[in-house]
């Protein structure tokens, strides 16, 4: 039997429990062992839950119990999820984890201790919710360079984009509803300003190209600038707008990660990639671009990766997976706005006016105010432009 | 260093040969040891090859060399791959193949000789060419119980398919054409049969259920009897016609595994794979469906999957990795006929015809033919109200 404790009794801590218990004997068979819950910390109260009596409120009972070997910690957010994973860690048990903000931002450090105690730390739920994204890429391509890894990363997002483009109803009215029906948090900032998909931007570049830059240094630029006007105006150009998170490695070894509004090809599967989907690319410089789609959140999905992630563990007791990357700085990213693409823009100056400024200007026919597609230019000698026309709406064409 | 030798120097060993050179600092980082070539055995002469120097033409030199710890075989079929790989698992060699007839007519066998050995025979290539498919099926959604897969597994056919539906051209014209362009084989049978999506079907329903249904089981039919007029047809309903392959897990713990032309929702991202990408769908009773998409052939697509499985082996050098099925005879399986789904039919009898025998038959307007969608009904049902009809084509719809 390896021993489990679920740290915080949320909605993918649940999961977790829910998972291990009503697939046991499938996971027995694909872990080579039992695998059962002995402890759940919370300092809730769950008098109703079938399982109350795992449910402990001190951590350290887990801590000091020799019999857990994995630690799965949901609780989500840098404070406490960062202390009880390093005193997991260091009490040499193994961790697995779905928080995605403590994997971008502590990963590094917390990775070095696992190796030092020879003990696993995986997070294949951090990126993608259920769909198996992480582990394709250190494993499945691990004989190709990767050149770019780009996608939907958050569904909160996507479900919004998706009804404001549906229906045409505004983001405002959009994100209300989506609070309402539990789609997006009362404070939903980390979704929609686009931090959450910087996080995963972080990890999964991180894994791809063995760099890991600090979400910091990751431009990000969410939805709310996004509007109805310019889905139609997209679509009438024959592109759908999707907050696409994106890293490339460039020919100089630097790294451009970012996170930003992007118009794709209506035509693409990316592009068809509805509600709280996620779909993720990645580029390998043997396999060509290979794509990953499926739920991106949600207890059962989100569980279902974590317990992948601890059947794995049953098979690395003794030898751990050897994941990591190297710490970098600055100097290894180049500013995206050095990457050159064709934009969108949508104005209310005329067409003369447009013209005068980008005279590879590309109008589209029938849309709101004046809308435009460039030809590629890079954000750095845009921007005065759009600055002077002045631009009420500019994305970025992903061809 | 980690010795290799590739066996057969076609299209897929030309690949593997071509990445462990080119990606050789990538993988060393990846596998934590060099990766090389030692032989690359083929009775054929290559005098231009730059890797002539490694060419030799009798598998025994791989044999009886201690320093080859990993064969790969692409040679195909089911002959002389067979034999080499049995003898070297036997010497204690593991094997990685991308040879999908091999692995499923045979892989029980080979699987059990490398169990015995305490070696790996690994065959991610076998299914889905560079698009990692069965490593996140036994790995990433081993939580899961595997309700269903299916997909489109075949590139020459889905090939055919889009371009008979994009152009209007006939299956006839496109075949030739296809190759013409080197898409198709000369002896196109296995691809347009489809008997190569059946014996994907076989390897990927094995590892998803525990159980391996032997190809001759699998009830298959390819694209030879789909029509312009029937893609015509089809579009009008909001549908496309693909080729797909489908494995279920019934309530009763049998299999039902097909392989026959379906028609697919039109807004679907099965629907919008197009030219010879492959496309899989997983569904598992935690992560629900999770899609994966990618070219599902090509020399160095498919050599990325290879040189995966070398990787992983070089980490499994000592401890194999449990990789196997139970064999199971007809009882296990469910007949296609029991399946229900609803049905797309083009007749030249009239709709009075068609309502006397199928009163719940939707009428496609602007049809050529008539043609119409039915209810649910099970192929046993339906077959002979299709004969009486008479039905020029039917297809079934997958929902």
């Known amino acids: 039997m390896l021993n489990v404790a679920v740290l915080g009794f949320g909605t993918v801590g649940c999961g977790v429990v829910e998972v291990i218990t009503s697939n046991s004997e499938k996971i027995a068979k694909s872990a080579g062992c039992e695998i059962g819950v002995k402890y759940i910390v919370d300092i809730r109260d769950f008098p109703d839950s079938k399982y109350r009596e795992l449910l402990v409120k001190d951590f350290a009972t887990v801590e000091n119990d020799p019999d857990v070997r ?3 910690e949901t609780i989500g957010g840098v404070g406490v999820a960062y202390e009880f994973t390093k005193r997991s860690l260091l ?12 994997v971008a931002t502590r990963g590094t450090e917390l990775l070095a201790i696992a190796k030092k105690m020879n003990v696993n730390y995986l997070f294949e739920a951090s990126v993608g919710g259920g769909i198996p994204i992480l582990r394709p890429i250190t494993l499945c391509l691990s004989a190709n360079r990767i050149e770019e890894v780009y996608g939907i990363f958050n569904g909160t997002t996507n479900y919004i984009i998706t009804a404001m483009s549906s229906r045409g109803a505004s983001f405002g009215d959009v994100l209300k509803e989506a609070q309402a029906m539990g789609y997006a948090e009362a404070n939903p900032a980390a979704d929609i300003e686009g931090l959450d998909t910087c996080r995963k931007v972080s990890i999964i570049a991180a894994l791809s190209f063995g760099k890991h830059i600090d979400p910091d240094l990751i431009s990000t630029e969410g939805i709310s600038g996004i509007t109805v006007e310019d889905m139609k105006n997209a679509e009438l150009a024959g592109y759908r707008i999707k907050l696409l998170g994106r890293a490339l490695m460039g020919a100089d070894g630097r790294i451009t990660a970012y996170v930003a509004p992007h118009l794709v090809n209506c035509g693409s599967l990316i592009s068809g990639t509805d509600g709280v989907m996620n779909a993720i690319t990645v580029r390998g ?13 949600g207890s059962l999905p989100t569980a279902s990766a974590v317990v992948g992630d601890i059947i794995d563990i049953a098979g690395h007791l003794e030898k751990r997976k050897d994941i990591g990357w190297e710490d970098c700085g600055p100097d290894s990213v180049a500013g995206v706005g050095e990457l ?15 013209k005068a400024l980008f005279p590879d200007a590309s109008f589209i026919d029938g849309a709101s105010y004046t809308a435009f597609i460039t030809g590629e230019n890079c954000a750095d000698e845009i921007r005065p432009l759009l600055e002077k026309l002045p631009a009420l709406s500019a994305f970025r064409i992903l061809d």
């Not at 043997?286 to 499926?294: Q, R």
């Not at 693409?341 to 006016?353: E, I, L, Q, S």
């Open 70 to 72: 994995v630690v799965v």
């Open 91 to 102: 009490a040499g048990k193994n961790v697995v984890t779905s928080n995605k903000e403590l």
């Open 285 to 297: 410089n043997a396999t060509g671009d290979v794509m990953f789609y499926g739920p991106g959140a």
């Open 340 to 354: 050159r693409t064709g934009w969108y823009v949508r104005t209310a100056a005329g067409k003369d006016a447009v």
